[in-house]
C-alpha cells in the first residue's frame, strides 16, 4: 500500500514539474534581466542569486533592488515590498481548498507566485485528491528552480547577452506578462471570470495612469475577488430563487 502510495506521489510530482516547463519561457528572460539589473546596481553575483532564493517575488524584487541602491530606509523597502506581494492574501484562501492539510504549508507557499497560482488553479481541479500536492510541489520547484537559474545567469553573463543580442534586452521585460496572458486567456470563455479579470486589468490601469503603479496591484486583485464572490454570490441566489419558484 505504501508503494503504491509512494508511486503515485512520484508521478504527480513528475506531473507538475513537466506541465511547469513552459512557464520557463517567461520565467527565465525575467530572471535573467533581474540578475543583469542587480549587478549593475551595485550588488554581487551571489546577492542577486541569494535576493531570487530567498524573496522570490518578481517585481518586489525589482523593486527591492532598485530602492536599496537609491539608499532607501530598510522599513520602506519591506513595506513596500509586503504591500506588492499583498496579492497572496487573496491567491492563499483560493487554492488551500484543493491541496491536503500539510506540516510543510510555510515551505510549499514560498512556491506560490502568479505563474503557478494561474495554473494550479486550472489543473489542480483536474486532478485526483492524493495527485495534488505532488503535483504543486514538482510545479512549484522547477518554475523556483528556474528563476535562481536565470539570475545566476544574467548576474554572469546577462551584460555579455545583451551587448551580442540588443533586441533579447528589450524583449526579455515582457516575457513574464505575456505568460501570465497566455495562462489567463481560457478564462475569458466564462462570462464571470471575463467581467471579474475585465475590472481587475481596468483598476490596475487607472492606478498605472494615476502614477501609482505599486499600489494598483493589490487593491486590482482585492477589486477583482470582491467582483468574482459578489457575482458569484449574485448568481446563486438567482438559481435558488429559481429553483424556489419551480417547486412552488
Known sequence: MSSQIASTENRSLLLGAREAIPLLGGYIPVAISFGLIAVQSGFSGWEAVLISTLVYAGASQ?????????????????????????????YGPNIAPWLNKN???????????????????????????????????GASIVAWFSWIGGTALGAVAGKELTQRWP??????????????????????????????????AIVALLFAVSGMKNAGIPIAAVCGALVYYGLSSLV???????????DG
Not at 168 to 193: D, Y
Open 103 to 137: 506540516r510543510w504549508w510555510p515551505w510549499l507557499m514560498h512556491g506560490l507566485t502568479d505563474q503557478i497560482f494561474a495554473l494550479a488553479l486550472v489543473r489542480l481541479p483536474q486532478l485526483e485528491a492524493r495527485e495534488r500536492m505532488g503535483w504543486y510541489i
Open 236 to 246: 446563486r441566489d438567482k438559481v435558488q430563487r429559481s429553483r424556489g419558484a419551480q
Open 167 to 200: 533586441l533579447l534586452g528589450e524583449i526579455m521585460p515582457f516575457a513574464l506578462p505575456a505568460l501570465f496572458l497566455v495562462l489567463l486567456a481560457p478564462r475569458f470563455a466564462s462570462r464571470l471570470w471575463a467581467i471579474t479579470l475585465g475590472s481587475t
Open 62 to 90: 525589482f523593486l527591492f533592488v532598485a530602492m536599496v541602491a537609491s539608499g532607501a530606509p530598510l522599513w520602506f523597502v519591506v513595506l513596500m515590498t509586503l504591500l506588492i506581494n499583498a496579492r497572496h492574501v487573496v
